[in-house]
């Protein structure tokens, strides 16, 4: 079991940035895969960014590439999501996951097996 916790969710004005945190416990944090994906109200939760066990290799949607990025702390069991330049659009509960998908090309929700409870993530115009 991975047990994911995830922070740093919030209010912010569009433009503004945010970094959220999500800390793993349990098996070992490098042996996985990880995600961020985010659901905004009355729609299907989304890809937003995953990256390999290594930290080497990053993947992004379209919406968020050059906007956020997405890195890992193998000492500190830690994931992070910065996000700059943040738009009303962006506003949604972030969820971190974990793959056995280790090289971090999984972009589907049933590709990650363990989920953090979320964080909200509020953008105003």
């Known amino acids: 079991q991975v047990q994911l916790v995830e922070s740093g969710g919030g209010l912010v004005q569009a433009g503004g940035s945010l970094r959220l945190s999500c800390a793993a416990s349990g098996r070992t944090f490098r042996n996985f895969g990880m995600g961020w994906f985010r659901q905004a109200p009355g729609k299907q939760r989304t890809f937003v960014a995953a990256?390999?066990?290594?930290?080497?290799?990053?993947y992004y949607a379209d919406s968020v590439t050059g906007r956020f990025t997405i890195s890992r702390d193998n000492a500190k069991n830690t994931v992070y999501l910065q996000m700059n330049n943040l738009k009303p659009e962006d506003t949604a509960v972030y969820y971190c996951?974990?793959?056995?998908?280790?090289?971090?090309?999984?972009?589907?929700?049933?590709?990650?097996?363990?989920w953090g409870q979320g964080t909200q993530v509020t953008v105003s115009s």
């Open positions: 990256i390999s066990w290594s930290g080497a290799n990053q």
């Open positions: 996951a974990a793959s056995w998908v280790a090289v971090g090309t999984a972009r589907e929700s049933y590709e990650y097996d363990y």
